[in-house]
């Protein structure tokens, strides 16, 4: 009878606004005496609780977490990324990668940019070389989505060729034979699409670290990991940062380049993409800086990107 009575005293509260209690002489009432008190403000009642439930599914609303960009590690396969990475404000934007929205149906290989929305950034301290990619992929939650590779290309000379390169090849589930990978030049054409890059340590399907990025989920080589859900006025939807670091250490002591993280002058950077493949394809897919793959490699370089000017210089 106890829980009745409060069952009663709720009920009562919320259709009257008043909180009454029941007394011996109101539980000895008949219960058409009830039926008559209630009657009459039934419909107040009722819409009273519609007010408050419409309240309350507003309240819900109201007091949602607000959605966050969720940072997944994609190489080394199990690793946590757990490295110190740039903060937004450290990053240095290079608006001659921007690119348009193509509608590529890959999004995951499609690079985007514009002035507001840089497509390429980097930075440099006194460890890691890091690079900053805009997809136009909302969400990369695996290395299974992309279904292809991107590729950094580096022309660290006068000519135009790409003589080296860091590339993800996310083709294959297997990133502890494949995965983020040092790139040389394999097969060169006047135009991107005639150009294939090959694995500096001449492993098509394997991996062999050094010279190539270890796969160990405690090495610090390399690193690549994705934050999605990143604002943009691009496409209309938000797009996806991949994130790539290079070890100074490795790549001046390991990667057999002769490339060091303490280089002056300017490395001419480019980006590629390749779908179905690994990296070894031909950069069929989508090139940055507003170029076509059928476009000249002459003159499509999106650099120069100055060494120097990374972030801090490493002697």
């Keep these: 009878m106890r829980n009745g009575s ?4 709720h009920m ?6 008043r909180v009454r209690t029941f007394t011996a002489s109101r539980l000895t009432e008949p219960p058409r005496a009830h039926w008559r008190a209630w009657q009459g403000r039934g419909r107040l009642g009722l819409d009273r609780i519609a007010v408050i439930l419409s309240f309350a599914a507003l309240m819900v609303l109201w007091t949602q977490p607000a959605a966050t960009a969720a940072t997944v590690c994609h190489y080394p396969p199990t690793s946590a990324c757990a490295i110190t990475w740039p903060m937004g404000g450290d990053w240095i934007a290079h608006s001659s990668l921007d690119d348009s929205d193509d509608s590529l149906a890959n999004a995951y290989l499609d690079f985007v940019g514009n002035g507001s929305y840089a497509g390429m950034y980097s930075f440099k301290n006194q460890d890691y070389l890091f690079f900053r990619i805009r997809l136009n992929a909302p969400v990369l939650a695996a290395v299974g989505d992309v279904d292809g590779s991107i590729l950094i290309l580096l022309n660290t000379d006068v000519d135009d060729d790409p003589e080296w390169g860091f590339a993800w090849d996310a083709q294959s589930f297997d990133q502890t034979k494949h995965g983020l990978e040092v790139s040389t030049l394999l097969t060169l054409g006047g135009t991107w699409d005639a150009v294939r890059m090959g694995d500096v340590d001449g492993l098509m ?18 690193f690549v990991r994705s934050i999605d859900g990143q604002t943009s006025n691009i496409g209309g939807d938000a797009d996806t940062f991949l994130d790539v670091a290079v070890s100074c250490s490795y790549l001046q ?10 280089a002056s002058g300017s490395w001419m950077v480019q980006l590629a993409s390749i779908e179905n493949s690994n990296d070894h394809g031909f950069l069929r897919y989508d090139i940055a800086g507003g170029n076509a793959p059928s476009d000249a490699i002459s003159g499509g370089w999106g650099g120069p990107v100055p060494v120097e000017l990374f972030g801090l210089t490493v002697e």
């Design 6 to 9: 409060r069952s009663g005293d």
């Design 12 to 17: 009562e509260t919320l259709l009257t606004g």
């Design 205 to 222: 399907g394997d991996k062999a670290a050094p010279p190539d990025f270890s796969s160990s989920p405690l090495a610090t080589d390399g």
């Design 253 to 262: 002591n390991s990667s057999s380049t002769g490339l060091t993280c303490g």
